[in-house]
């Protein structure tokens, strides 16, 4: 009687098949399964090569980003010689070699509000690996409308959040999804971000590893999936906590998908925020060259000097308003910070304490690292 | 008394303090305590009418207040309160 596996598939997967509560059967359902990773990153890298390894018969791979040598650290998936190349692309590449008995799929875009609802309908489950509440919500609001179980993972510097959300019971209902967790996403800004937070390389490794695990687990029927549960992680402390979450009869029926970028308030503001004087890296070189008496101000963080400056003065964003005697008030002064958003916000302080003559460096020393010194590093 | 579990993206406003003792008989008096003992927690916890926010959960245990009595759910002596925030990873 024929398995529905070939020679090579029953030697590679030997060692499930001889776990009795998930044998052949599980394996099947592993094979009959079409998974779709949205996003490939930190969550993504090990969350695609364990679900590979486990051999799912169908995996979508879903990212619009290229690979960049600041993703190394964590994205087991790339190597060196990837950087610059398109992720979805070069993950596929890795992974038909670790198990050439599965389908991939590439999504090399980003998921929209126009697209979410065609390209999740095509798979059965969604493991989200992204990295910004907009598609959070997206992802979310797209699985609940399908009908499609959501394993969810989330990180932040030593701290990781797992969840199975909108999961199909047996007698049809559903279990709780990300907005009966959080109706509502933070205002930009008050949430500190991973570009700015940092976030330790193993972290995503561990807490993508517990998101793998929860797919097989939905997939193959077997355990007790993390559903109406929250799990929290603080790689830190080593502590591990299981909190409950119920559906929250307040929570709003979802029936379309929105602008998530309003939702999630991204846009308007940070134009508010930059609207103060600017000049551009090239003309920060000019008036170097040119000798000309300015002061240069940088605000980030002492560490964050270490790994690369422009020889500014170094006051962090939250010691200014102690050290206003520092900022001349006689001459042009340009603050600078990594990407010109804190910035924007010190010079905005300042400006509402009369200062007059600030100037921010648009696009911060990132932009300087792009277009005038080939050799600085990035981070 | 009860024990407060600071999340990761918040350590940085009580100084790296991972857990933080307060005195009240409540949730809503321990979370007053803890913001007054550490004020630049305040708009990250509460909105401008002394609500917790929408976009952080609290817990007694591991129960979602709106579950109990909401932030007059009563604590005891060895009751952990846990904060939780929403996080999304990479970008903001």
């Not at chain 1, 619009?64 to 190597?79: A, E, I, T, W, Y």
């Not at chain 1, 308003?321 to 042009?332: A, E, G, T, V």
């Not at chain 2, 927690?41 to 926010?53: E, F, M």
């Amino acid at each position: 009687m024929s398995t529905g596996f070939s020679k090579e598939e029953l030697e590679r997967y030997s060692r499930h098949l001889i776990i009795p509560e998930f044998n052949i059967e599980g394996q099947r359902k592993l094979k009959e399964a079409k998974v779709l990773v949205i996003g490939t990153g930190g969550l993504g890298s090990p969350v695609l090569l364990y679900l590979a390894a486990a051999g799912i018969g169908h995996i979508g791979i879903l990212d619009f980003d290229v690979v960049d040598d600041s993703n190394l650290q964590r994205q087991v998936l790339f190597s060196v010689d990837d950087v610059g190349k398109p992720k979805a692309e070069v993950a596929k590449a890795r992974l038909e070699k670790l198990n050439p008995h599965i389908d991939f799929t590439v999504h090399n875009e980003k998921l929209t509000s126009e697209n979410a609802l065609e390209i999740i309908s095509q798979y059965d489950l969604v493991a989200d690996g992204t990295d910004n509440f907009p598609t959070r919500y997206l992802v979310n609001d797209a699985c609940v409308i399908l009908g499609k179980t959501n394993v969810y993972a989330s990180i932040f510097r030593f701290e990781g959040q797992v969840s199975v959300f909108n999961y199909q019971y047996e007698d049809g209902t559903f279990g709780p999804n990300y907005r009966d967790l959080f109706p509502t996403p933070p205002p930009p800004g008050l949430v500190p971000s991973c570009a700015e937070g940092g976030v330790l390389g193993i972290l995503p490794g561990t807490v993508g590893s517990f998101q793998a695990n929860e797919v097989i687990k939905v997939i193959s029927g077997i355990g007790e999936p993390l559903v109406g549960r929250l799990f929290l992680y603080d790689a830190l402390r080593f502590d591990t906590r299981t909190l409950k979450i119920k559906k929250n009869p307040n929570t709003p029926k979802i029936e379309e998908l929105i602008d998530y970028q309003q939702f999630c308030g991204i846009g308007g503001k940070e134009d508010v925020v930059a609207n103060v004087k600017e000049i551009s890296v090239l003309d920060l070189k000019k008036w170097r060259e040119e000798e000309k008496d300015f002061q240069l101000i940088d605000v980030r963080e002492p560490y964050e000097y270490d790994i690369a400056n422009l020889d500014g003065e170094l006051i962090p964003q939250k010691t200014v308003k102690d050290r206003l005697s520092k900022i001349s008030s006689d001459r042009d002064v340009v603050i600078h910070c990594r990407s010109g958003k804190r910035s924007a916000e010190v010079i905005e302080s300042l400006e509402e304490k009369g200062f007059r003559n600030l100037y921010n460096l648009k696009g911060g020393i990132l932009a300087w690292a792009n277009e005038i010194d080939a050799n600085m590093a990035k981070y | 008394m009860a024990n407060i579990i600071i999340p990761t993206p918040l350590r940085k406003f009580t100084g790296n303090e991972t857990i933080v003792k307060v005195e009240g008989d409540t949730v809503k008096a321990s979370i007053d305590q803890l913001v007054s003992k550490f004020p630049d927690l305040n708009k990250h916890i509460l909105d401008a009418d002394g609500n917790i926010r929408k976009f952080i959960k609290v817990y007694v245990g591991d129960e979602d207040i709106s579950t109990l009595n909401n932030e007059n759910t009563v604590v005891k002596d060895d009751t952990t309160i846990g904060i939780i925030p929403a996080i999304a990873g990479g970008k903001k």
